[in-house]
């Protein structure tokens, strides 16, 4: 939803997501320019001295799905008697009905969820249990605004509209880095910080590592390098501090060879997707080992209110196979590798949509959701879900209900694989959460 947000393109959205895209969210980075003005009083302050040790903790990576992607979709339960019927043109049949055909029939993950055809490259992540999934999952406020529940779930506390800092950013900010000395520990792909990132110390949007230059005619750089590093050399004040992290991170990605970097046998970027090109920077600067931390990159176009399209040629069909083609590539990058990255990716979204379909064969807002999480230390293989049900008793206002809280899955990651247990309640202040045996520790 930010300006610079991956997206297909799909023009079957409501009017606030529309809204919401062309005014490219300046306020995130608005936020992320008063991150450190605004951070709360019960934000603790810490101290920098562990010594850099890639190998400490995971780096994490969020793909967050802007529109309210369709968890009964992604990941169908084919077994649930009431889907079949609440979804007659767009659900997608068992896997044993052999009278539907092939591309409409789930594939089989534990007899009773399924994933889209079009999700099938992420099958053997799955099968080689690094993959999870969970479902009824998402934020238990129940806005089914675009704009509140993305803030919500970026923020991380529903009852607070004075807070500007994000999750992930206050979880960078209540622990060590891994290099001390590194003048990028959080990239946004993207031309602003997500709100998520908000409040991380050492966080900057970098649209296209690839080409990071001052502006201006490239002739002149050196010089023009050289007068701003002259001019603000030895100075505390803020605005100096950030021009010479800046620079500092310029030349830290100017030394990493994103153009000719080659992944990992087996790892297949489509360079027509944008997408898996951010993935495929994001697997670059991890395996540099520069310092990074933390990875956030938007993918948009899941607000599917007219003909959702989940079958092949259908517009949702096209983002599904995007989405996991380009995390099938990342997985096989740096998980299957001779030399595997210790990395934790996250795959969210705002809400997802109503159980039944609407008379345009598309979905509207919901509430519960489907997530996935990715690593060589998740505890995969599964779908975890405290299923609700799909009959209208069982419903949530026609939703599915959450009866896993979005944070709770979130927490487990900070304290198990970011090395950061004693950080939870800054990470999601006024939140107990409750660890579901998601990730192992260490």
């Known amino acids: 939803m930010r300006s610079s947000m991956i997206s297909p393109g799909h023009a079957a959205c409501c009017g606030e997501y ?7 969210f300046l306020r995130t980075s608005g936020a992320a320019a008063a991150a450190l003005a605004s951070a709360p009083a019960w934000l603790p302050r810490v101290s920098f001295a562990r010594a850099y040790d890639p190998r400490a903790r995971d780096v994490i990576l969020q793909i967050f799905l802007h529109g309210g992607a369709d968890g009964l979709t992604l990941v169908p339960p ?12 767009i659900g997608f049949a068992h896997p044993d009905d052999t009278t539907r055909p092939a591309e409409e029939r789930a594939v089989n993950l534990d007899g009773f969820f399924g994933l889209a055809r079009a999700m099938q490259a992420l099958a053997p992540a799955y099968q080689n249990g690094h993959l999870l999934f969970l479902h009824a999952a998402g934020s238990t406020d129940p806005s089914r605004s675009h704009f509140d529940a993305q803030r919500i779930m970026e923020v991380g506390r529903p009852d607070d509209p004075l807070l500007f800092t994000g999750w992930l950013g206050r979880h960078l900010a209540t622990v060590d880095p891994l290099d001390p000395g590194a003048p990028l520990r959080a990239m946004a792909i993207s031309d602003a910080i997500q709100l998520t990132l908000a409040g991380g110390p050492r966080t900057l949007p970098i649209n296209d590592a690839s080409k990071q230059t001052l502006d201006g005619d490239p002739t002149t750089e050196p010089q023009r390098r050289s007068a701003l590093q002259s001019a603000y050399a030895g100075r505390l004040d803020p605005l100096s501090v950030s021009a010479i992290a800046t620079l500092q991170t310029l030349d830290t990605l100017g030394r990493i060879d994103f153009a000719g970097y080659t992944p990992a046998p ?3 970027y489509n360079p027509d997707s944008g997408l898996h090109q951010a993935l495929r920077v994001a697997a670059a600067l991890i395996k540099a080992q520069v310092g990074v931390e933390a990875v956030a990159m938007d993918y948009g176009g899941w607000d599917t209110h007219t ?8 517009d ?3 983002s599904m196979q995007e989405l996991s083609t380009a995390i099938a590539a990342f997985y096989a990058d740096m998980v299957l590798s001779a030399q595997p990255q210790r990395i934790v990716l996250v795959v969210m ?3 997802g949509r109503r159980a039944e379909e609407n008379g345009d064969r598309g979905t509207d807002h919901g509430h519960g959701n489907a997530m996935l999480v990715l690593g060589h230390q998740v505890i995969g293989g599964r779908v975890l879900a405290a299923w609700p049900g799909l009959r209208d008793e069982q419903l949530d206002d ?7 809280d979005y944070r709770d899955v979130l927490a487990e990651i900070i304290a198990r694989r970011l090395g950061n247990p004693g950080g939870l309640d800054a990470v999601f202040p006024a939140h107990t959460p409750v660890f579901h045996n998601i990730v192992r520790t260490g």
């Open 349 to 351: 979204s705002e809400f």
């Open 316 to 318: 949702m069909f096209g």
């Open 398 to 404: 026609g939703d599915v209900q959450v009866t896993t």
């Open 78 to 89: 084919f077994a649930d008697q009431t889907y079949p019927l609440i979804r007659p043109t």
């Open 266 to 268: 087996g790892a297949v």
């Open 307 to 314: 003909m959702q399209g989940p079958f092949a040629g259908g």
């Open 18 to 24: 529309a809204r919401m895209s062309r005014r490219g």
